[in-house]
Antibody
């Protein structure tokens, strides 16, 4: 079965960077885009972007441009999301999510990691 | 950016009730809409995609409809495990966006 297993919780100081990993199993890693979505405490979901694990191509939300970098290591079926210049309002649970696409071309977020809590505090 | 507005934001209902949640888009998104269920401390779970297609394994009491700018998620007969927060998501254009969520509570 498909599994996305994320790295553990992180505590960072303002201005630092964090790198979250997402290890995929149970499917062909390079066959599906990987998205990243975050959720601040008690708040809703916020889309950050995706990476194409096959080509390494990325698409970031404008809000995060210049601060986020999504990469992958196909040899270990792992995607990464690095966020730099952290601020207190970056405190959130960060999720990776595998994209699915229907036969008629509609996409959706099919499988999700368990989430990684990143706390930014001085 | 396309804004999605869900209504209501909070909903109190009883087991066996029929409930409907609405998601309105600030501009047309065809049928590029998905619905997710999230329980406390858990990742979201896909319920419906392409506005009305039920994800495999999701109970048939869940249904979705709509296109363009107005969409609905209906639960025909609430079960105890359905009390959760529900989100819509548009995948028509970037950045993809989510509604603010609808928290469904037990009356």
């Amino acid at each position: 079965q498909v599994q996305l297993v994320q790295s553990g919780a992180e505590v960072k100081k303002p201005g630092a960077s964090v790198k979250v990993s997402c290890k995929a199993s149970g499917y062909t890693f390079t066959g599906y885009y990987m998205h990243w979505v975050r959720q601040a405490p008690g708040q809703g979901l916020e889309w950050m972007g995706w990476i194409n694990p096959n080509s390494g191509g990325t698409n970031y939300a404008q809000k995060f441009q210049g601060r986020v970098t999504m990469t992958r290591d196909t040899s270990i079926s792992t995607a990464y999301m690095e966020l730099s210049r952290l601020r207190s309002d970056d405190t959130a649970v960060y999720y990776c999510a595998r994209e699915g696409v229907s036969n008629s071309g509609y996409d959706f977020l099919l499988d999700w990691g368990q989430g990684t809590l990143v706390t930014v505090s001085s | 950016d396309i804004q999605l507005t869900q209504s209501p934001s909070f909903l109190s209902a009883s087991v066996g009730d029929r409930v409907t949640i609405t998601c309105r888009a600030s501009q047309g998104i065809s049928s590029y809409l998905a619905w997710y269920q999230q329980k406390p401390g858990k990742a979201p779970k896909l319920l419906i995609y392409a506005a009305s297609t039920l994800q495999s394994g999701v109970p048939s009491r869940f249904s979705g409809s709509g296109s363009g700018t107005e969409f609905t998620l209906t639960i025909s007969s609430l079960q105890p495990e359905d009390f959760a927060t529900y989100y819509c998501q548009q995948l028509n254009s970037y950045p993809q966006t989510f509604g603010q969520g609808t928290k469904l509570e037990i009356k």
